[in-house]
């Protein structure tokens, strides 16, 4: 397996060498159209933000009564947020969060709902997931889910609204610049997450379940986030590394030194987890992608950050973003709306979100 990622190392090298580029990694953001710059901020931020992680590691062990979180338990389970929700109830909840943040965001995904362009159930005939597919920018977006009423399915079903609304907003483009080109893919479908999570968590009373809430979110986030940051990070030395004869062993270390970085002293990594990179299908398929989680994560964070700082004025940024869907380089339409995203300040405002979570789940009893 390590031959063949080597190929794969050694060809992508290749190829960006050929075509001029800086880096192996500025041919993937020459292709998702973002500036190395912002890769680089965006990289440096996620790194030297890395302690909020630890802190929600370390406050993991103690509520599973371990002195030092194991990195096989990382995922390990604490109690569950309220068990069950009704189809009804999801779609109610999302909807009312829509409509506090704006009501055309909330008519827009009612319109999904209400023309029944949403198979919301599992079924034989289904695979697992979930999908939003824009067909034509004509056509109102089509959703699928596999709804199971637990609070995860709540949050995919406003995820998935959003990347609906996100097309709807751009349905005055022609089908070729329609769809948002993927830094921007996830600005709505995450905003909506945020704008639920932040309603449900107003909701909720019963200290146990919103410890539960908060715990959920945090360790989505750390594997959206700052995990995929380390794939990258990986990704980059590795390309470093192999054209200029690393072995297997070499590798390993790559990889294993990466993941103590990662963790600090907040986790445990045992030696085995040096073969874990080999199963990471994005590094191998589509080598530097991952960065694409910790980007539409934290560029929506950041702008929810600066929707909290500025109200209702900003919701029609939010909306200018949105309706550019994939007509323009992302770094223009951002500016336009006062946002420079080769800033650190800008995604460092993601990470006041993050913090705030820790700091309310730290106090929690």
Known sequence: ????????????????????????????????????????????????????YHDFFAWKARELGVGQLSRYDLYAPLSEAKSEYSYAEAVDLVLESFSKYSADFAAKARQILDEKHIDSHPAPTKRGGAFCAAVTPSMTPYVMLNFAGKSRDISTLAHELGHGVHDMYAAHLPIGSHHPNLPLAETASTFGEMLLFESLLDKITDPVEKKALLAEKLADSYATISRQNYFVKFEIAAHEAIPNGASLVDIQKLWLDGLREQFGDSVEVDDIFQHEWSYIPHIVHTPFYCYAYNFGELLSLSLYARYKQEGESFVSKIEAILAAGGARDPKLVLEEVGIDYESEDFWRGGFEIIRGWMNELQEAK
């Open 1 to 52: 397996f390590f031959k063949v990622y080597q190929s794969i190392v050694k060809d992508w090298a290749y190829e960006a060498g050929l075509r001029g580029y800086s880096s192996p990694i500025g041919m993937r953001n020459a292709a998702n159209q973002v500036s190395d710059k912002a890769i680089e901020s965006l990289m440096k931020v996620c790194e030297e933000e890395r302690g909020v």
